[in-house]
């Protein structure tokens, strides 16, 4: 049984890739999800610039979800691009994702042209984050013109090959999905949290985080997942990575089945700890073992047969 798999031109010594915003921001850190079995990581989301995040609280969780009001905080691509360097140095094999966003439409090309001087290999476009110039406050990719617009200007810019992240709360995904790949997008990452949601603490009679609200993710999401990736592969010729409550190898065939070519793993680090990675790799394996699969190819997108 074979977990290798090559996704836009990479290797990838297993399907599973670090979400972004975990774990993702030093060397150090990236290397070590690594050295626990994680095939790929995403860098944290960062504009050219750094960017100050939320206040505290910024998380909490229960056994159902997590919910997050981080802020996309950063130090920048400037300052990350040494520890891209680093990572690259440590992990030559591991491909790495840059993750960018940008407030305004025009800031993506000087974001995407910043990725092309580091050492990532991938460029990821998280387009949930909030548009400040749309009257209403609706992120890039809530609307299909917007999401276009992005990918559009991003693969004009971009030496890289671009994955476009895109979000599940929208009437619909597959509209979505299909304005990215007219735009040229050479895959989707399916997908950010979901919501905003809040939480109230019922002693304190107020919010529990300072930011009031924030992205539900973990295990109470991942239905949605399935189901977005499923529609995404039926109506786009995307590669996709599914993210979004993913904490076990029968997750992960999961997705794979509905039509994921790769999984991200973001909140199942709180879950089950950092061995998580080799956890699923060996839950995929043991489950290639029992239905006689020979590589995750055989798997993607078994389900719509
Ligand atoms: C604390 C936290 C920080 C995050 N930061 C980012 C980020 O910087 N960029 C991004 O694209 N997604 C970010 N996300 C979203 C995750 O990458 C992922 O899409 C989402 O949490 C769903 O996957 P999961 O259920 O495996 O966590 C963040 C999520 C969490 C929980």
């Known amino acids: ?54 206040p505290n609280p910024t998380v909490i969780s229960n056994e159902h ?23 690259k140095k440590n992990c030559p094999k591991n491909p790495l994702i840059a993750s960018v966003i940008s407030m305004k439409m025009e800031g993506f090309e000087a974001v995407t042209k910043r990725v092309n001087q580091t050492k990532a290999d991938l460029i990821e476009v998280n387009i949930s984050c909030p548009n400040v110039e749309d009257e209403f406050g609706r992120s890039f990719a809530a609307l299909p013109e917007t999401a276009y617009e992005a990918t559009k200007i991003v693969k004009a810019n971009s030496e890289l090959p671009v994955i476009i992240k895109i979000s599940p709360n929208v009437t619909s995904i597959v509209e979505i999905a299909k304005a990215v790949e007219e735009g040229g997008a050479d895959a989707v990452n399916m997908g950010n949290t979901l919501g905003p949601g809040m939480v109230i603490d019922t002693h304190f009679k107020k919010p529990v985080l300072a930011n009031k609200m924030g992205g539900v993710s973990g295990p109470a999401i991942k239905p ?4 977005n990736v499923w529609q995404i592969s039926q109506s786009t010729n995307l590669p996709i990575i599914a993210t979004g409550g993913i904490l076990t190898g029968n997750d992960a065939v999961e997705m794979f089945l509905a039509g994921a070519s790769l999984v991200g ?34 798997l993607i997108g078994f389900a719509h047969q």
């Open 1 to 54: 049984m074979n977990l290798s798999t090559t996704f836009l031109g990479q290797k990838f010594p297993n399907p599973i890739v670090l979400a972004s915003g975990i774990l993702g921001v030093t060397a150090a850190g990236m290397t070590n999800v690594i050295k626990n079995g994680c095939g790929a990581v995403t860098a944290k989301s960062l504009a050219v610039k750094p960017r100050p995040g939320h």
């Open 65 to 87: 979800y997590m919910i997050n009001a981080v802020g996309l905080s950063g130090e920048g691509l400037e300052n990350a691009e040494a520890e891209f360097a680093k990572y």
């Open 224 to 227: 949605i997942t399935v189901k």
């Open 265 to 298: 793993i973001g909140s199942g680090v709180y879950y089950r700890g950092i061995e998580i990675f080799q956890k699923v790799n060996d839950e995929i394996q043991e489950y290639m073992e029992k239905e006689n699969v020979g590589e995750i190819k055989d």
